[in-house]
C-alpha cells in the first residue's frame, strides 16, 4: 500500500484491483512498437490497468476520491473487464470502514471510476458509504444521461443516479473548493466536464505542498508524452491543451501527481529530463 504525507494530510493509494483494457486503445494511434516497451499486453492485446482510487485523511475529513468498479457488472462485462473488487477489503487494510468516509468524489462518471459509489441490497441499489457527501459534475452527468453511441457503454446510471434521487450526490458546475485544502478543476480532454482533484495542505513554516488527482487526463506514468492520447478521450486534441496547462502549474510547483490506472507506479513528481523529455521522480 502507497501512503505519505503531503503538509498536514496523509494521503494512502487505495485500489480496486486491476482489470483488462485493451492496448491499442489504451494508447490511441501510438503504434504498438512504441508502447509495448512501456506495457507489455497479453495474447489477446490487453494490458492489466490499475484502479487507483485515493484515500485523504484531513484530520477532520476522510476523503475517498474515485471508487474503481465495484461489484455490479454484468456477467458478460465482467468476462470482457474483470471485477476484482478489492477496494473494501484494501479500505479495511487501510483502517477506514464505509461508514467512515465522510467525502466521495468522482472525477467522472465512467463506470471504472465510480462502481463502488452504491451497491445492490436485495431490489434496490444504495450508498456503499453511508455517511458520506457525493461530488460529481453536472454537465458529465447530463452527458453521461444522453447514452450516445460513442460512449454509452461507459456510463452506468446505477453508480450515481440512486444517489442523485436521494440527494446524497452534489452536482458542480466547473471549479469549486469542497473542503479546505480540497477543490476540483476541470481539464477538458477525456471527457468535456472531466475534473481532477486539487489537495493542498500546509508544510513546514506553512508552506503550501500540493497534489493532483489528475484521473484519465494522464492515465499513467506511461502517457506523459503530450501527444500519447488514448482512444477513449472524446476531445484529444483538448486532452493536449489541458495537459500543456497541467504540466505548466505542476512541475514548477511541484505538485504530488496521481495516476488512476498506473498499478505499478500511481504516483510522482514530474519533472523534465533530457531533452527537454518528461520524466518521473517517485516520493522520497
Given at each position: 500500500m502507497h501512503r505519505t504525507t503531503l503538509g498536514d494530510f496523509e494521503l494512502t493509494v487505495v485500489s480496486d484491483g486491476t482489470y483488462f483494457l485493451d492496448g491499442g486503445a489504451f494508447f490511441g494511434v501510438v503504434p504498438k512498437s512504441m508502447w509495448s516497451k512501456k506495457a507489455m499486453p497479453d495474447e489477446q492485446n490487453r494490458l492489466d490497468a490499475g484502479l487507483n482510487s485515493l484515500l485523504v485523511r484531513t484530520g477532520d475529513k476522510n476523503i475517498l476520491i474515485e471508487t474503481g468498479i465495484g461489484n455490479k457488472l454484468s456477467d458478460r462485462l465482467v468476462q470482457i473487464y474483470k471485477q476484482p473488487a478489492k477496494l473494501l477489503d484494501n479500505l479495511h487494510a487501510a483502517g477506514?470502514?464505509?461508514?467512515?468516509?465522510?467525502?466521495?468524489?468522482?472525477?467522472?462518471?465512467?463506470?471504472?471510476?465510480?462502481?463502488?459509489?452504491?451497491?445492490?441490497?436485495?431490489?434496490?441499489?444504495?450508498?456503499?458509504?453511508?455517511?458520506?457527501?457525493?461530488y460529481a459534475q453536472q454537465?458529465?452527468?447530463?452527458?453521461?444521461?444522453?447514452?450516445?453511441?460513442?460512449?454509452?457503454?461507459?456510463?452506468?446510471?446505477?453508480?450515481?443516479?440512486?444517489?442523485?434521487?436521494?440527494?446524497?450526490?452534489?452536482?458542480?458546475?466547473?471549479?469549486?473548493?469542497?473542503?479546505?485544502?480540497?477543490?476540483?478543476?476541470?481539464?477538458?480532454?477525456?471527457?468535456?466536464?472531466?475534473?481532477?482533484?486539487m489537495i493542498e495542505s500546509g508544510g513546514r513554516g506553512n508552506e503550501k505542498k500540493k497534489a493532483c488527482y489528475i484521473s484519465d487526463l494522464i492515465p499513467t506514468s506511461a502517457h506523459l508524452d503530450l501527444t500519447w492520447v488514448m482512444a477513449f478521450d472524446l476531445f484529444p486534441l483538448e486532452t493536449i491543451e489541458s495537459r500543456k496547462k497541467y504540466y505548466a502549474w505542476a512541475i514548477p510547483e511541484r505538485w504530488l501527481t496521481v495516476f488512476t490506472h498506473d498499478d505499478a507506479k500511481p504516483w510522482g513528481y514530474l519533472e523534465r529530463g533530457e531533452r527537454g523529455r518528461l520524466a518521473l521522480k517517485a516520493p522520497a
Open positions: 477506514v470502514a464505509p461508514e467512515d468516509i465522510d467525502i466521495v468524489i468522482n472525477t467522472h462518471l465512467h463506470f471504472d471510476h465510480c462502481g463502488w459509489n452504491t451497491v445492490r441490497r436485495g431490489d434496490q441499489v444504495v450508498a456503499t458509504f453511508p455517511n458520506a457527501k457525493y454537465k458529465e452527468w447530463e452527458h453521461g444521461r444522453l447514452q450516445l453511441e460513442r460512449d454509452a457503454i461507459s456510463y452506468m446510471s446505477p453508480n450515481y443516479d440512486p444517489l442523485i434521487e436521494t440527494g446524497q450526490m452534489a452536482l458542480l458546475n466547473g471549479d469549486q473548493e469542497i473542503v479546505p485544502g480540497i477543490s476540483v478543476k476541470v481539464f477538458p480532454g477525456h471527457t468535456a466536464n472531466m475534473q481532477a482533484v
